[in-house]
Each structure stands twice: as C-alpha cells, then as structure tokens.
T-cell receptor, first 115, second 112 residues
Framework: EAGVTQFPSHSVIEKGQTVTLRCDPISGHDNLYWYRRVMGKEIKFLLHFVKESKQDESGMPNNRFLAERTGGTYSTLKVQPAELEDSGVYFC?????????????FGEGSWLTVV | GEDVEQSLFLSVREGDSSVINCTYTDSSSTYLYWYKQEPGAGLQLLTYIFSNMDMKQDQRLTVLLNKKDKHLSLRIADTQTGDSAIYFCAVRGLYNFNKFYFGSGTKLNVKP
C-alpha cells in the first residue's frame, strides 16, 4: 500500500514567485493535514481537511497560503507570493479515523527554499 | 496553544544510552508521541504513551512520563550510529484531538 506522497520533494524559487505543493494521502483516508517546519523550529500545524472540507485552518499563517482538496482526494498548498520566511519543510499527513491513536501517517515532506 | 520544548542537540557514543527530554504546558494533553526524522526523510512514529501511563517500554526504547511536571523523556538503550536523527516530541490535546503540537526537535549525534 502506498504511503502519503508529496510532490515536489524539493523546490527552490525566487521571492515573489508562486509554488504549489501537492499531497496524495493514503487511499481511503478522509483526514488530511498540513504541517510545516521553518528554520529549524518546531513543526507547526497548518490545517486539517475532512474529505473536501476544511475542518480547522487555524494554523495558516496568512492569506498568501491557500489549501484545497477538491473531491476529497489529493490536496494542494499554494504559496503566492512566496516570501523568504516561507522556506522550510512542509509535511502532509493523513488518517482514516479521526480519533485513532497512532494511525496518522506523515509524508516525507516538501522542502521549500525561497531565495 | 501548547508549548513543547526540547533541547536542540545531544551527542553520545555508540553503545551508550541516550535520553531525550521534552516538556509541555497543557496538562490536558492526552497522547504523547516520539517521532524520528532521518536526514532527507519524513516523520516516523517511534512510540507513544497515553497520559494515564507513566512508563512504556518497546525493545530499546523506554518512554517515561511525569504528568505532574509535564515532562516526557525517551531513552534509547545501546544507541547505534543508525539512531542518529532528529527526534521530535509531540502532544495531542484533549479538546482538539486533531492537532499535534511538536517540539523543535533534538538532533541526536551518535559517535562511533
């Protein structure tokens, strides 16, 4: 069974450009999460989808970030325009059961560098 | 929100025990986790403990929870060079179960 896959694995863009990160959750997982780690700091929650609906987007830093999950399958996270402080690694995770203890699976992350 | 604190670095010699510490602020935290991130890789769940437990052992890993002090530790026995990685402590709240709060990660360096 395929795990959570993220694309691209690495991206280098210039300040002011747009980047779109994609996450494919494990098949059948209704819950999809985005987290990010910037500049060696803690990993922070960005938002949570249940199917195609945003359940909690309290962690989205500002309106330069837009997350979508059309059809309740894969999700995209767009950063437009990108700023230097957006550099970091963006993790996607998915789970089937919202209240499961350990069945939240993380992808390998999309490493974003804004120069 | 929850604050989760970890020391940034730990260096040990191969064969020694490693102890990675974590403190958190929200006493309602229900599940507490340790994740491992190897270079260039994603987050791998190592182990977790429920808040009504004070210890959990899984092969070379021992998790200790002091709920009164809001202190969590991960002990790795007989540390190997393959254990070199960043270890993240994460807690999950009672009232917002879908949100993990992570620490900044402890980089473990194992010297041969």
């Amino acid at each position: 069974e395929a795990g959570v896959t993220q694309f691209p694995s690495h991206s280098v863009i210039e300040k002011g450009q747009t980047v779109t990160l994609r996450c494919d959750p494990i098949s059948g997982h209704d819950n999809l999460y985005w987290y990010r780690r910037v500049m060696g700091k803690e990993i922070k929650f960005l938002l949570h989808f249940v199917k195609e609906s945003k359940q909690d987007e309290s962690g989205m830093p500002n309106n330069r970030f837009l997350a979508e999950r059309t059809g309740g399958t894969y999700s995209t996270l767009k950063v437009q325009p990108a700023e230097l402080e957006d550099s970091g690694v963006y993790f996607c995770a998915s789970s089937q059961d919202r209240v499961s203890v350990d069945t939240i699976y993380f992808g390998e992350g999309s490493w974003l560098t804004v120069v | 929100g929850e604050d989760v604190e970890q020391s940034l670095f730990l260096s040990v010699r191969e064969g020694d025990s490693s102890v990675i510490n974590c403190t958190y602020t929200d006493s309602s935290s229900t599940y507490l986790y340790w994740y491992k991130q190897e270079p260039g890789a994603g987050l791998q769940l190592l182990t977790y403990i429920f808040s009504n437990m004070d210890m959990k052992q899984d092969q070379r890993l021992t998790v200790l929870l002091n709920k009164k002090d809001k202190h969590l530790s991960l002990r790795i026995a007989d540390t190997q060079t393959g254990d070199s990685a960043i270890y993240f402590c994460a807690v999950r709240g009672l009232y917002n179960f879908n949100k993990f709060y992570f620490g900044s990660g402890t980089k473990l360096n194992v010297k041969p």
